[in-house]
């Protein structure tokens, strides 16, 4: 048995549940498939180790022995635009990049952003921060969120994936690669998602050059408000 296999058959015990509601919860149709997985004779996905975790509120990183797991984001770079998790390695540069002064009012710095996604993973928000690197530099930041995130939020939007952060620093903007980032995003949460309906991000009213950026990549405004950013959706069923 996988030591992954004998966490997950610990929670399906500890909850007195037989292999096929286990496998009903999770959304198997046999409970022979959770059999494998608890003998690791089968892999579980990470999106269905995501929604094992939050039905179950189990914290994901414990699940992967208290490492970040890993969506295979390698898979997605570009030749000219390269999508790594952030780590010890890379956290201090991440923190100093800045935006150009007049986005400085859209957007909370890197070191507080980082900041929260300690915060987040302490009530059980999943969090998954990306560093976007060109030519092997460290030129943006993006925040990947699912689960609470504050009070002023409703409910559909907690069970659906959010990009709560995306910058590219100062001297890269202009230069087409949020928009070109942003589109790789939309792939990069599309292969985590299992029930989700949509992708949603805010911004303020105002903020027009991000908002124009977020509909050529197919998101609409909503009537709905986070705090005071206006949402906006992108459907997942495309």
Request: proline share 1%; glycine share 6%.
């Amino acid at each position: 048995m996988s030591k992954l296999g004998d966490k997950i058959k610990e929670i399906r015990t500890s909850n007195n549940l037989t292999l096929q509601e286990f496998a009903d919860s999770l959304g198997y149709t046999s409970k022979s498939t959770i059999t494998k997985i608890e003998k690791g004779n089968n892999d579980i996905t990470f999106s269905q180790m995501i929604k094992l975790s939050q039905i179950y509120s189990i914290d994901l990183n414990e699940l992967a022995d208290n490492k970040i797991i890993n969506v295979d984001l390698l898979k997605y770079s570009l030749p000219n635009l390269e999508f790594r998790e952030i780590n010890k390695d890379n956290f201090y540069n991440v923190c100093m990049l800045d935006v150009n002064s007049e986005d400085k009012e859209f957007v909370a710095s890197n070191e507080m952003s980082l900041t929260k996604t300690y915060l987040f993973k302490t009530i059980g928000t999943y969090v998954l921060p990306i560093a976007i690197y060109r030519n092997r530099v460290p030129i943006g930041f993006i925040m990947i969120t699912k689960g609470y995130i504050g009070d002023n939020i409703k409910g559909e939007y907690i069970n659906n994936y959010c990009i709560l952060r995306m910058m590219i620093e100062a001297k890269h903007q202009n230069k087409g690669l949020g928009k070109l980032a942003l589109k790789q995003l939309i792939e990069i949460i599309k292969s985590i998602s299992i029930n989700e309906s949509f992708i949603w991000i805010s911004t303020e009213e105002k903020n027009s050059k991000a908002i124009h950026i977020y509909e050529d990549n197919g998101f609409k405004k909503t009537n709905d408000y986070c705090g005071e950013e206006i949402i906006l959706k992108y459907d997942l069923s495309k």
